[in-house]
């Protein structure tokens, strides 16, 4: 049981550290994939509605929370508060609806979580129109200096952003937390060792938009925390 334990909480942690993988985007291509992935998102959280199973519902519900784990950067770099906050609450419905071991409560969490990312795809649409408007056509050019300038660093007060990537994180906090007080000592040290280097590795590249380096860092400052909880490994 406790070997399944863990496996389920690497497997987690693995599929949000998946985020650290990807490459930067500019303004452009960050909202057009925030935009394609709250359209699956959607469709997912349909197909769980309408599913006459519990079970397939679940699964639905998970493929949509899935989604909301792996969109989280491009939401950030993207820019658009509102849509950011509208995907956090339908983590939120999603997490309830799966946890509940009624099909009728778990049937309204998803309504919940549906209204929600509705509201989340009209926001983000009238972000782009606005923004696009705002910056103009140099913002839209992929791969240049002049759209490099505006990435959401210069889009955001600081502020803002940190309290964002902290609340993206929030998951993968708790997570690792587990780790510390349910794996063995050495694994957890190994798996948090690693995170922790990759995160300093992935720091040292250039390229890394504002939301990315914040991101980044923060998770490296988790990990580290982290670390210090774990503490020296007793010796067999």
Sequence with gaps: MKTRKIILLIVFIIGVLSLLLMASFTYRNACEYASSNIEYIKGELQSAIVSDEFEMSKYHAF???????????????????????????????????TATKSFDDSKEWLHLALENTIIGIKVLRVFEQETSSAYGNDILILNTTGAEEHEIGTLLPQGDLKKMVHNCLLGFESSLDKVVTEVECEEANRFISKIHEEAQSTLLRTELTTAKKEYHHRVKTIAKEALDRLGECPEE
């Design 63 to 97: 493929k949509a929370l899935n989604g909301i784990e792996k969109t989280r950067l491009n939401f950030l770099d993207c820019g658009c508060s509102a849509a950011i906050e509208s995907l956090e609450k339908t983590s939120s419905y999603l997490k309830s609806a």
